[in-house]
């Protein structure tokens, strides 16, 4: 009877946020008389126009966060005694972990999977083992030719990452060209960089399911975590707010990396930090509300623990 009540909960959860005739709207105005339009409602979050943001960052539609993970073990972390905050933001938590306000951007490229592994497993190796690194993205094209395609899942890369490590982005910073070309080059581009001394490790690694307690002790005691994002078109045009979803069709998913939460107006968040660059969002980064299941955010969460 219970898992009848949460199955009904969710499903009540993915259709309140839709707003069909907003969807119409969208369909049928003029773009920019929709965006004025939108913006004068009583929306948790505000809209603009992005030039050829759709074309420039639309995910691989083929991409599935939850297959993505299959194989990592799954864990529900325990916080016993941790006192959760209001509020919290890990780049004011660890000030001198200096990663976690990076924000990317990924160009039109679908590797999103590379930006957002790479970007936690830059800020946990600085917090859990005091290492303050940039890891690059660019090194993920030694575990798979198809990065730029939008392909690649969590399991291996983050397996890759534990036995083979990343190189920092001074040894090999990210290059869209040769990511195209699904080169694996297996040397840095200066001479004063050793490939396989600059190497950093994985230790462990594990996922878990829908739990917002867990998710905010474990980034109140590790760190920020990694989680996929299902992208719908009215997404591209967010500016500012709390992002809700309001109306457009799917479009894909990509991984972001979650940083902190909070609470506006009494509607609660998760701050993600996105890699699509500063000009979009609240310069790289959203809010967006909890428990929109249609959006398949905290679906399954990766937290990844580095190594010396």
Not at 41 to 59: A, G, H, L, V
Not at 177 to 201: A, I
Not at 245 to 259: A, C, F, N, Q, S
């Amino acid at each position: 009877m219970l898992g009848v009540l949460l199955l009904v909960t969710i499903a009540k959860w993915a259709v309140a946020d839709f707003d069909p005739d907003l969807h119409e709207k969208y369909l049928t105005m003029p773009r920019s008389s929709f965006i004025k339009y939108f913006n004068e409602q009583n929306f948790s979050w505000k809209m603009t126009e992005y030039d050829n943001i759709r074309e420039r960052y639309k995910p691989n539609a083929q991409f599935n966060y939850t297959d993505s993970v299959k194989g990592i073990p799954i864990y529900t972390p325990e916080f016993k005694g941790l006192e959760l905050p209001e509020a919290f933001d890990a780049r004011e938590h660890w000030p001198q972990c200096e990663s976690i306000k990076d924000v990317y951007d990924q160009g039109d490229c679908k590797s999103s999977l590379a930006f957002g592994l790479s970007s936690v497993l830059s800020d946990r190796t600085c917090i859990q083992k005091n290492i303050h690194v940039r890891l690059s993205q660019q090194d993920f094209a030694c575990y798979h030719k198809g990065i730029c395609d939008g392909e690649g899942e969590s399991f291996y890369a983050l397996s890759y990452w534990k036995q083979y490590g990343l190189v920092t982005q001074k040894c090999k910073p990210y290059n869209i060209h040769e990511l195209k070309q699904n080169l694996c080059m297996p040397y840095c581009v200066n001479n004063d960089t050793d490939y396989f001394k600059d190497k950093h490790y994985g230790d462990d690694l594990y996922n878990y399911i829908f739990r917002n307690y867990a998710m905010k002790g474990d980034l109140v005691k590790n760190g920020p975590v990694i989680t996929g994002f299902a992208v719908y078109e009215d997404f591209y045009n967010y500016h500012r707010g709390i992002y809700e979803h309001k109306y457009g069709l799917l479009d894909g998913h990509i991984t972001v990396r979650v940083i902190g939460y909070g609470e506006e107006n009494g509607v609660r968040y998760w701050l993600v930090a996105n890699s699509w660059g500063k000009t979009w969002g609240e310069q790289g980064l959203f809010r967006l509300k909890m428990n929109q299941s249609k959006v398949e955010f905290d679906v399954f969460i990766v937290s990844p623990f580095a190594k010396n």
